[in-house]
Each structure stands twice: as structure tokens, then as C-alpha cells.
């Protein structure tokens, strides 16, 4: 009798470690991936990202957002530090990734690894690594990255058009963007949350504060208060000025981003978007208020993540680069 309770709970431990071995494999990436082949390779870009981030802090806000905007282009696959070459323009020549910056972080932690363990560590690897580090490194979240991405080998601007969200975008378009990148809601409402640090361009804007439906007026849904301080820094047809997206914290990885939001405050029509649906408005109130706080950086790292899942190549697809600038 106690042998086969024995063999039962063996056999069930079986069948769950095959089942979480399956997940593993399903998602293709995996915890330490690089543990045998490359064991100091999280070391290094560490340290890398920890150079570059000490000494100019607001480097970690474009290093997020590179991630993000690699993922939504052709999945997690480096393919937005490809250059252009003469026959093809990339991602990274198109409108929204002319603002990301911190393509030289990369470049350095590539580098290193190189001399380490050469052929090894994928571009979009570091890309998700650098991420996470320069986001704890001013003291942010930590979210594990399961690694084993491998680089893509196209990166078309026109694609980076049709797949990124665009900063008019209402809440529809929003949730149907996350959506057909298999994030949710709930996804949406709390990756946009990234925007508690970091800056925005005028023109990103400017639209909402002189010209919103045609007719030189403001956007009815932004605070008018806001809107007047707005028009101090931003001219009409400044390409140059921008500002902080969560005023006086936009350096500190918080939710405060939700209270601005929630003060009608949000600088793009898409943060304040959030307010126009049941579910993404709920979170902002919850999270606007001090106690909303670590929920928020739970559900970030969780939604990260997933984030950093999308559309991944793994096992024989793809290359490993070596430079991420182009293919091999
Ligand atoms: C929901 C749809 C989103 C839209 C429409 C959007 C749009 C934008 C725009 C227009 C900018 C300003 C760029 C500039 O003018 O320099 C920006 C900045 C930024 N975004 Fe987003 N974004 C979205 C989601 C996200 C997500 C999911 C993340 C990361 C999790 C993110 C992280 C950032 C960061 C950190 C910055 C600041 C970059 C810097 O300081 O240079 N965004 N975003």
C-alpha cells in the first residue's frame, strides 16, 4: 500500500515536471539559457549596462523602450538594430525609432561577449537583458528574462509603422495593437506604465495643445491647465523641445505615472486613452493611489515577461549575429 502511494506521487512528479519542461519548451526560451555555453554572459551585460547607466541615467528609459519596440516589430528578434543598407531601408531608420537612443550599450555589451564567448549571445538576448538591468540599475523592478532568442535577419522601416502603437491612438486601436501581439488588456494598461520614466517629443503631441479636430483647438480630455503649461515649452512645429512624461519623477521607477493619468495629465492620447475603458481606467485608479504601488511593479515584471516572449526565434532559426548592426 505505501509502495503504490509512493509510485503515485513519483509518477505525478513525473508527469508535472514533463508538464513545466513542455511549458518551458513551448515558450522556447528559457531561465540561463547561456549557463554552459557563455556562464558569464547576464554577468557581463550587467556590468555593461551598469557602466553606461551610472553615469547617464536617462539612458534606461530608451533602453525599455528599444525592447518594446524590437518586440512589437517582427517579435523579439534584434531586427530594430539592424542598419539600413542601400538597398533597404530598417526599423530603425523609421519615424518612431528615430527617438530611441542607447544603441552603444548594446554595441559595448556585444562586444565584450564577443571576446568571451564568441558566436554565443544573441543580439535580441541582449537587447531583453539590457532592459531589465538598466531599469534596476535606477532602482526598478527586476523581472527574470528567459533567454535563448535568436537574431532575426530582416528589419523593414514600413514594418515598424504598421506595428508599433502610435501615440494618437485611441483605446480601441490600443487593445487591438496588444491584442495582435497575443497581450491583453490588462497588458496594455500596465506595460504603458513604462511611460513613468523617461521623456516625449513635442511632436509626439503638440496636436493635442493647438490643432486637435482641424480647427486650432485643444484636445477636450487633457486638463486645460496642463494644456497652457504645455504651450510654454512647446512652440507650434518644435522638433526639438520635449519633456518629462511623469513631471518631477521621470527618473524614478514608480506609479506615479497612473496618478498623472489619472489628474487627466497623460502627455499622449494614448496614455490618456486609459481612462476611456472599464478595465485599463480601474487600473489607473488603483494604481494612482500609494497602496496601488507594488501592484503595479509586480504586474510590470509579470507583463515584461510576456513581452519579452513574442514571436521569439529560437533553436535553428535565425542567426547569431555578430554585430547587431547587421546580419552575417
Ligand atoms: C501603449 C502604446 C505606446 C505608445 C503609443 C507609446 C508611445 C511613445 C512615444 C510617442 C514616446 C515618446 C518618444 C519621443 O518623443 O522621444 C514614448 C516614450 C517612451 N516609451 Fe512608449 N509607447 C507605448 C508603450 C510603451 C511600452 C509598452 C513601453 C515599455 C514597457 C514604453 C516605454 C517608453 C519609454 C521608457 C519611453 C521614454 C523614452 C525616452 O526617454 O527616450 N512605451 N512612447
Not at 268 to 284: E, G, I, K, N, P
Amino acid at each position: 500500500m505505501a509502495n503504490s502511494k509512493l509510485l503515485l506521487a513519483f509518477s505525478l512528479h513525473l508527469v508535472l515536471a514533463l508538464f513545466v519542461f513542455d511549458l518551458a519548451n513551448a515558450q522556447g526560451l528559457k531561465l540561463e539559457f547561456y549557463k554552459k555555453s557563455c556562464p558569464s554572459a547576464e554577468y557581463i551585460i550587467k556590468k555593461t549596462t551598469k557602466d553606461f547607466i551610472s553615469r547617464a541615467p536617462t539612458l534606461a528609459a530608451p533602453l525599455l523602450r528599444m525592447h518594446f519596440h524590437d518586440c512589437f516589430v517582427r517579435g523579439c528578434d534584434g531586427s530594430v538594430l539592424l542598419n539600413s543598407t542601400s538597398s533597404n531601408q530598417a526599423e530603425k531608420d523609421a519615424i518612431p525609432n528615430q527617438t530611441l537612443r542607447g544603441y552603444q550599450v548594446i554595441d559595448a555589451a556585444k562586444a565584450a561577449l564577443e571576446k568571451a564567448c564568441p558566436g554565443v549571445v544573441s543580439c535580441a538576448d541582449i537587447v531583453a537583458l539590457v532592459a531589465r538591468d538598466a531599469v534596476l540599475e535606477i532602482n526598478g523592478p527586476f523581472w527574470s528574462v528567459p533567454t535563448g532568442r535568436r537574431d532575426g535577419r530582416v528589419s523593414i522601416a514600413s514594418e515598424a509603422l504598421t506595428n508599433l502603437p502610435a501615440p494618437f491612438f485611441n483605446i480601441t486601436q490600443l487593445i487591438a495593437s496588444f491584442a495582435s501581439k497575443g497581450l491583453s488588456v490588462k497588458d496594455l494598461v500596465v506595460l504603458s506604465g513604462g511611460h513613468t520614466i523617461g521623456i516625449g517629443h513635442c511632436t509626439s503631441f503638440t496636436n493635442r495643445l493647438y490643432n486637435f479636430t482641424g480647427r486650432g483647438d485643444t484636445d477636450p480630455s487633457m486638463d486645460q491647465n496642463y494644456i497652457a503649461n504645455l504651450k510654454n515649452r512647446c512652440k507650434p512645429g518644435d522638433t526639438t523641445t520635449f519633456v518629462q512624461m511623469d513631471p518631477g519623477s521621470s527618473q524614478k521607477f514608480d506609479s506615479s505615472y497612473y496618478t498623472v493619468v489619472g489628474k487627466r495629465r497623460g502627455l499622449f492620447q494614448s496614455d490618456a486613452a486609459l481612462l476611456d475603458d472599464s478595465t485599463t481606467r480601474a487600473y489607473v485608479q488603483l494604481s494612482s493611489n500609494p497602496s496601488g504601488s507594488s501592484t503595479f511593479l509586480n504586474d510590470f515584471e509579470e507583463s515584461m515577461v510576456k513581452m519579452g516572449n513574442i514571436g521569439v526565434l529560437t533553436g535553428s532559426s535565425g542567426e547569431i549575429r555578430k554585430q547587431c548592426s547587421r546580419i552575417n
